[in-house]
């Protein structure tokens, strides 16, 4: 087949066995024809390289150097505001019973509670009802994740059974998880079981409802191309779903956190005595059997500031990794 040469340059000139190449005009300057055979010459870009520097250049924008602060910065502005509000609200306490001098067994002082908890801390009734409590809260908390986690994932994925057990799990949510301690004692006694198993009634319907609520803001493009890419319906669900699903998901593990905190603090102030063990809630409720209003104040405290601490060093940092990763908060540093 003849060569076409109605695509040469004027005054080109292509040699028998080389058409495609690009020849050097007759009035072309050298300079241009180098230029031409180092670009062909050059290697090409993976892909990955331009994945990557589009995922570079995605983080610049996301983060304003001008807005970056040091961590200890941070940590100050984070740290210091709610340490500033605590001392406050002691020092107006204090005054007040200073100034109105009210009856210490009806209005007993900041000194008087901590010296309450000095005293419980000395024969060491509050390490072991503080050690007792976070057990049996981190424990019972795991197994209702582990209990709630695939239940809400078939909840989500099976339209039926959520049909069915939908409005179960959101009742369940709503009753108070003090209302199971007279039948779990019936059930089990005075054990440790009683306790368990209202914190899972507290915790699960939490966990479910948040892991459905998750599924349900999932993009149905997501699922397409999972399915696309050839992946089952289980695989769907734990590799695609589920990990698209993680904000609805981290809200529901931190709401089945406070109902099994607050759920094992109503089983242990009802269910005291037998072989249950000694923990914060019957630390409080022996407070109220011996009227010491201080050593119940100072329990309060206890119960609130642990609560506090979980939320600020566990959920708080897994919160804001993820809005990091999802491009949901600036990153800074």
């Known amino acids: 087949m003849p060569h076409d040469t109605s695509l040469v340059p004027t005054g080109g000139r292509v040699a028998p066995g080389e058409a495609g190449r690009v020849s050097k005009p007759d009035d072309a300057p ?8 180092t670009a062909a010459s050059l290697p090409t870009r993976p892909p990955d390289d331009d994945f990557r520097t589009l995922e570079a250049g995605l983080d610049a924008l996301q983060t304003d150097p001008e807005r970056r602060t040091p961590w200890w910065r941070r940590m100050v502005d984070g740290v210091l505001p709610p340490v500033l509000l605590v001392v406050v609200l002691l020092a107006a306490w204090q ?19 901590a010296a309450a908890l000095g005293e419980a801390w000395d024969d060491g009734r509050l390490q072991l009802a503080v050690a007792t409590s976070l057990e049996r809260g981190i424990l019972g908390f795991l197994i209702a994740v582990a209990v709630g986690t695939p239940l809400g994932l078939l909840l989500a994925e099976w339209r039926p059974l959520r049909r069915a057990l939908g409005p179960l799990i959101s009742g369940l949510q709503v009753l108070p998880s003090v209302a199971w301690v007279p039948a779990a004692i019936l059930w089990f006694g005075l054990s440790d079981a009683t306790v368990y198993f209202v914190v899972l009634m ?17 993009p149905p493009q997501l699922r397409r191309v999972g399915t696309v890419l050839g992946a089952s319906r289980l695989e769907l669900a734990a590799s695609v779903v589920l990990p698209a699903a993680l904000p609805g998901y981290l809200a529901g593990l931190k709401q ?17 005595g037998g072989t249950i063990g000694f923990g914060v809630g019957s630390l409080l409720q022996q407070g ?3 009227a010491d209003l201080a050593g119940v104040l100072g329990t309060i405290l206890v119960i609130l500031f642990i609560g506090i601490v979980i939320e600020l060093l566990v959920f708080a940092p897994v919160e804001r990794g993820l809005l990091r990763r999802r491009g949901l908060q600036e990153v800074q540093s």
């Open 288 to 290: 109220r059997d011996l």
């Open 256 to 272: 089945g956190w406070a109902f099994s905190w607050r759920s094992l603090m109503a089983a242990e102030i009802i269910a005291f």
């Open 95 to 113: 005054v007040y019973t200073m100034v109105a001098q009210p009856r210490p067994d009806l209005a007993p002082g900041p000194l008087d509670v």
């Open 30 to 37: 050298e300079a241009s024809v180098r230029g031409l055979d």
């Open 202 to 218: 507290g915790a699960i319907p939490s966990i479910v409802n948040g892991l459905v609520a998750g599924v349900a803001q999932v």
